[in-house]
């Protein structure tokens, strides 16, 4: 869609609007002068991405208590009776480590179905900004726990 009337009090015409390629104009007006230049309207239909919805499995990390999964690793096959795994071939002990250890996990700190939401990334937001907002964001914790001048400044 073009303009095609006179944008401007000497004639002239605006030679061009930029959207991106996923952006249709819907509607263009040429309106009346506001100064030397007249008021151009464009209706825009914009293509937002829709955000979608992910099913992932975590582990409440936070929950674990690292006492009680420590007495339960100790009391468990893998810590008695080592004499009795000598003759076992590594692949065996490699076998025995991980039934025993996804066994005292799911006792501790079972498995959890999560809903996360899938967002497009902002094509600004690149290395560098990840980079500096994680720094800030450990300046700003490191002040909140500290109150100094020092970490204020930072």
Known sequence: MSVQDPTHAA????????TRNDTEIADLYVGGMVSDHALVLISLKVKKSMTSTQWVTSRAWRRLSHEDFAS??????????????????????????????????????????????????TPWFDGSCRAAHGSTRAAERRFRRTHSAADRSS
Request: hydrophobic share 40%; with cysteine; charged share 25%.
């Open 11 to 18: 004639g002239h015409m605006l030679d061009l609007a930029i």
């Open 72 to 121: 339960d690793l100790a009391d468990s096959q893998l810590c008695c009776n080592l004499s009795e795994h000598a003759d076992a071939t590594v692949d065996d002990l490699v076998d025995l480590c991980r039934r025993v250890m996804t066994e005292l996990l799911n006792k501790h700190c079972p498995v959890v179905k999560v809903c996360r939401i899938v967002k497009p990334s």
